[in-house]
């Protein structure tokens, strides 16, 4: 067998699908991309890639790398657990073989951050107010504030509006 053979007929031993949370990642990126009012050529520009790429990564059809995904969480301005939020615990999110050993140890362990989960948010809640153009335009506008202290202090002020109308 030539080491070429080696390489075409080499084993694949079975490992968790993960389209589904590639789909996930890509399509938190473009919201947060449009939120921000990015085009894709900018933040392809920002990562030295092209616009392609980054269409890829929105789509799902290319998995983005852990330091690539530590990148765009910068330039974006949010923390990478943002790439992630709404997925659930995981253990829905993607198929498995039931017979893989990674899966066997992780359906026999409790949950990770359990109580968080019970905290988190709705998702379809979340996602709908999120592409409302309302919210994208009062986003932009705050972000358009150059001086982080006064975008601090109109948050507090419309956290605090909101606070008041929720207690009456």
Same mark, same amino acid.
């Given at each position: ?56 990564? $929105? ?15 910068? +330039? %974006? !301005?949010?923390?990478? @657990? ?54 994208? $335009? ?15 202090? +109109? %948050? !507090?002020?419309?956290? @605090? ?8």
């Amino acid at each position: 067998m030539t080491a070429v053979d080696k390489i075409t007929t080499r084993s694949v031993t079975p490992t968790l699908q993960s389209g589904g949370i590639d789909l996930h990642v890509g399509s938190r990126i473009r919201l947060r991309r449009t939120q921000l009012g990015l085009s894709q050529e900018k933040l392809g520009e920002a990562l030295g890639i092209t616009f392609q790429q980054i269409q890829k990564y $929105e789509r799902g059809a290319n998995r983005v790398g852990a330091s690539r995904l530590y990148h765009i969480a910068s +330039i %974006l !301005d949010v923390p990478i @657990s943002f790439f992630f939020d709404d997925m659930g615990s995981g253990r829905q999110t993607f198929s498995h073989t039931p017979s893989h050993p990674a899966m066997e140890v992780a359906d026999q362990r409790p949950p990770f951050n359990k109580a968080q989960q019970s905290a988190a948010c709705t998702g379809s809640e979340d996602q709908a107010l999120l592409s409302r153009k309302e919210t994208l $335009e009062l986003v932009r506008a705050y972000y358009r504030i150059p001086q982080p202290a006064l975008r601090k202090k +109109i %948050l !507090d002020l419309i956290t @605090s509006m909101s606070d008041e109308t929720s207690a009456e």
